[in-house]
Nanobody, 128 residues
């Protein structure tokens, strides 16, 4: 079992920044692929970013590339998502997720179905 708890969401103005954290417990965090997704009411969960356990490979959605940065501290069992230059359309509930099987499609672990564990989500609201 893996438990994930997100934090760091909140209200920010357009152009502002937030850093989300995802604290993991349970199975060995350092071996997992970790990802971030976001979801608006009534919409499918959307891939944001993911990284391998040593951050050797990182994937980003085109919509956040250059603005968001995923990172992790395996010693602290924590994954981060630094979000800069936030836009109104970044408003969503953000979820962290763990892929403990290490398997994914050729384009990277961009599907929610490739993740076995999920956090409860944290709200990010970008508004003036």
């Amino acid at each position: 079992q893996v438990q994930l708890v997100e934090s760091g969401g909140g209200l920010v103005q357009p152009g502002g920044s937030l850093r989300l954290s995802c604290a993991a417990s349970g199975r060995t965090f350092s071996r997992h692929i970790m990802g971030w997704f976001r979801q608006a009411p009534g919409k499918d969960r959307e891939f944001v970013a993911a990284s391998t356990w040593g951050s050797e490979i990182i994937w980003y959605a085109d919509s956040v590339k250059g603005r968001f940065t995923i990172s992790r501290d395996n010693a602290k069992n924590t994954e981060y998502l630094q979000m800069n230059s936030l836009k109104l359309e970044d408003t969503d509930v953000y979820y962290c997720a763990a892929n403990t099987l290490g398997r994914y499609a050729g384009s990277g672990p961009r599907s929610e179905y490739e993740y076995q564990y999920w956090g409860q989500g944290t709200q990010v609201t970008v508004s003036s």
